[in-house]
């Protein structure tokens, strides 16, 4: 499935948009990014999870589509010194270079997929020896007590950490304090009592459970909520103390917790706190 | 092939093709549901298949054994397939086999996406050595759209393990133990054990002894 | 068997028996080490073992992946096999994913990161699944400082797609887009203000999709 976008200048998937620009077809200069991502995050919204797979696609050719806008909007050559007309050359290569590694192997991957298309069409033979080999076969269970297998089950079921959904880069500067504010001042009132839990059931990501603390945390500086804890990592209690309810935007935060810039690595988000436990 | 009647070929073909891939005898009924032609017909291109390897001193022949037929190795080249399942055969399961043993075990009847996403790896490969030794085996289909195969613990599981039945294995409980604990177990585990713990199990496990 | 030389025959057929209870692809090496005959000797053999089944148009066939001989369907009676195995089917790829393990496939050993850096993007979840399909596993570590894990394919990665060894990967060079092409994506990097995109430029590259 691919992602598809629907703009003035262009109805189709993505990944075709880029090529038609990358074939001059469609102007980069006529294309409006806002209008895309708009378009992509609305649709993300319609499907109702995201598809880190898609997401992803999506971010890659959104990139690529900034650089080229970015050069195509840069000031002519005229008008700049010759350290950064090389610069820009430089730049130009390696964004030429990446675009021709992509394609390169983009080709490729149709071809492993046709070859494994091809080979699905036969099944191996996986029968192995019959009954009158069985007992030339060793023992594998020889030694093994009911213990070893309890064990193992243990080991096997409860080892594994918890899979971590690396959706922290995919969301990068688009989660605000102001954001998680605006909503908590909704919920919050109505609700009068919810635990933290509750209240980031529904996250998408890390960076933006991470948003809601901080919220309230500005909320609680302000007294407008009580926060309760019994122990640590016990269940965090918001209760709504403000008088009257408060809409949207009337709680402005400073300027300098505004954006919560999650992690850049995808193993950094395991060690952003969920905000529960503090 | 060439000593069917023609029109026998592609029909004897297709006979081929699922025999082989089949792990255990397949019945004629089904055989002939596969192919839309009659009982009848599939046991006469079975018997031509027979008597075809036969004639062509194949290393193969075609039984009928369990009330359905089966390829298997000519009784004449035993020596090389007694050679070869000892050769092959691993001496014992890897930690990473016996967790997917186990898991079976107690997780029965589960299918092996179930049993792989619980592993975090793919299983297939362990799975089916576990079948093909006899610990495990498939026991039904899932309902769900993809009628996925369901697999057990078979009863040369329990007797290899002295027990009754699956109700006797020791109960799971509620294990959770924490990183140190699951740290302390594979260092145990280690040295108790020369068995490396496998994070993989599609590395098969290989012969130690 | 019979367009076999006499004295082969029963070699080949020792060949077959062998194969007929194999559960993965068998390297040569073994087969000749079991037969006690030459690697060489083995080719030969299994080559005319194929050519015959292909000539008398069996259901079945004999190719070489990941490195060993197989016993497999032939593609021409998929449905029929399908029908008979009706899970087991895995699921394909994405278009991503594909990319991904084409990069590994031709550039590995390769880390997370260097992947990452072809593709622009976090490959950490592609590969995650990567691995978990067993298409994809760690192969060792880098020497620099931060030792990452490097990755490559597996044998399952030839067996699911019918290669013999990664050298028999088509050459990436020709996947490598043509002048043309090339020429007309440096014309939109291009960042002089007195060269605006042509329109009569639209002619001469159509776009694939």
């Not at chain 1, 959706?167 to 605000?176: C, F, G, I, N």
């Not at chain 2, 193969?60 to 004449?76: C, D, I, N, T």
Request: charged share 25%; net charge negative; hydrophobic share 45%.
């Amino acid at each position: 499935m691919a992602y598809e976008v629907h703009i003035d200048v262009f109805d189709g998937p993505f990944d075709l948009l880029l090529r038609l620009i990358g074939a001059q077809q469609v102007d980069v200069y006529e294309v409006r990014l806002a209008e895309i991502v708009d378009g992509f995050l609305a649709e993300t919204r319609r499907i109702g999870e995201l598809d880190l797979e898609l997401a992803t696609e999506f971010l890659l050719i959104a990139a690529t589509l900034v650089e080229l806008k970015c050069r195509r909007l840069l000031p002519g050559q005229h008008d700049a010194d010759l350290e950064e007309d090389l610069a820009l050359f430089e730049a130009r290569d390696y964004l030429l270079a990446r675009l021709v590694e992509c394609r390169t192997f983009s080709g490729a991957a149709d071809v492993l997929g046709k070859l494994e298309l091809a080979a699905s069409r036969s099944l191996a033979r996986r029968a192995g020896p019959d009954e009158r080999f069985e007992r030339r076969a060793p023992d594998l269970l020889a030694g093994v007590t009911a213990d070893d297998v309890v064990a193992a089950a243990r080991r096997a079921l409860a080892a594994r950490p918890p899979e971590v959904v690396p959706t922290a880069q995919l969301v990068r500067d688009e989660v605000s304090v102001q954001a998680a504010l605006d909503e908590l001042v909704v919920t919050l009132p109505e609700k009068g009592t919810m635990t933290f839990r509750d209240l980031t059931a529904r996250s998408a990501s890390t960076a933006h459970v991470v948003a809601c603390f901080l919220a309230l945390l500005e909320l609680y500086k302000r007294a407008m909520v009580d926060l309760d804890q019994v122990g640590t990592f016990g269940e965090l209690t918001v209760v709504w103390t403000a008088a009257s309810p408060t809409g949207p935007g009337e709680v402005p935060v400073d300027d300098d917790d505004q954006l919560v810039a999650a992690p850049a690595r995808a193993s950094g988000a395991r060690h952003v706190p969920d905000g529960s436990g503090s | 092939m060439s000593a069917l009647p023609f029109e026998w070929r592609a029909e004897a073909a297709a006979l081929e093709a699922v025999l082989i891939v089949a792990t255990e005898p397949v019945s004629p009924g089904l055989l002939a549901e596969l192919l839309e032609i009659s009982v009848e017909r599939v046991d006469e291109l079975c018997g031509a298949l027979r008597s075809g390897y036969e004639e062509e001193e194949r290393g193969f022949e075609l039984v009928k054994v369990a009330g359905g037929y089966r390829l298997q190795s000519h009784p004449a080249y035993r020596a090389y397939v007694e050679r070869f399942v000892l050769d092959d055969a691993p001496a014992r399961l890897s930690a990473a086999a016996l967790e997917t043993l186990a898991i079976v075990a107690y997780k029965q009847p589960i299918s092996r996406a179930q049993v792989a996403a619980i592993r975090g790896v793919n299983a297939d490969g362990v799975i089916r050595l576990l079948t093909s030794r006899g610990y495990v085996e498939p026991v039904g289909r899932d309902d769900g759209p993809g009628q996925a195969i369901l697999f057990g613990t078979t009863a040369l599981f329990l007797e290899r393990l002295g027990l009754d039945s699956t109700a006797d294995l020791p109960p799971l409980g509620q294990f959770v133990p924490d990183t140190a604990t699951v740290e302390a177990l594979e260092r145990v585990l280690r040295t108790s054990e020369d068995a490396p713990v496998g994070r993989d199990d599609t590395d098969r496990m290989r012969a130690e002894g």
